[in-house]
């Protein structure tokens, strides 16, 4: 494709009127600018990459795990929880027929069965921390 001989801004070689001569200069003034800034340092003549070994990933992953155990079932207990006080509420409410009091009733329990497992977490992890 020739050359728009009107366009000044195109280099010799460039075949296509465009702006990306532009981003080209801003590119060259932005890696100029940052070069010193974005190089890592240089290693050390004798360093050697570690290999992470299986028992070092399994210790990681075990002590990881233990941190983490207390809290794994907590979303398990809140809807075990929550499903357990109001189906309790429905079956009243089956076998008395007082609708919908007994599955109000049961959900109201199951959220101060939360609130009661929450709290006792939140002391036990900051007695922890103590």
């Not at 050359?3 to 010799?12: G, I, K, T, Y």
């Not at 007994?102 to 922890?128: H, P, T, Y």
């Amino acid at each position: 494709m020739p050359q728009d001989p009107n366009d000044a801004d195109l280099d010799a070689g460039d075949d296509w009127p465009d702006d990306l001569d532009a981003q080209d200069e801003a590119d060259r003034v932005y890696r100029e600018k940052w070069a010193a800034h974005d190089a890592p340092d240089a290693p050390l003549a004798d360093y050697v990459p570690g290999r992470a070994t299986p028992k070092a990933v399994h210790d990681s992953y075990r002590d990881g795990m233990t941190a983490a155990g207390p809290y794994l079932g907590l979303g398990a207990q809140i809807g075990g929880s929550m499903a357990l006080f109001c189906g309790l509420g429905y079956v009243v409410d089956r076998w008395l027929g007082t609708s919908p009091w007994g599955i109000l009733v049961g959900a109201m329990l199951g959220m101060a069965g939360i609130v009661a497992l929450l709290v006792r977490l939140a002391r036990e992890a900051d007695r922890k921390k103590r």
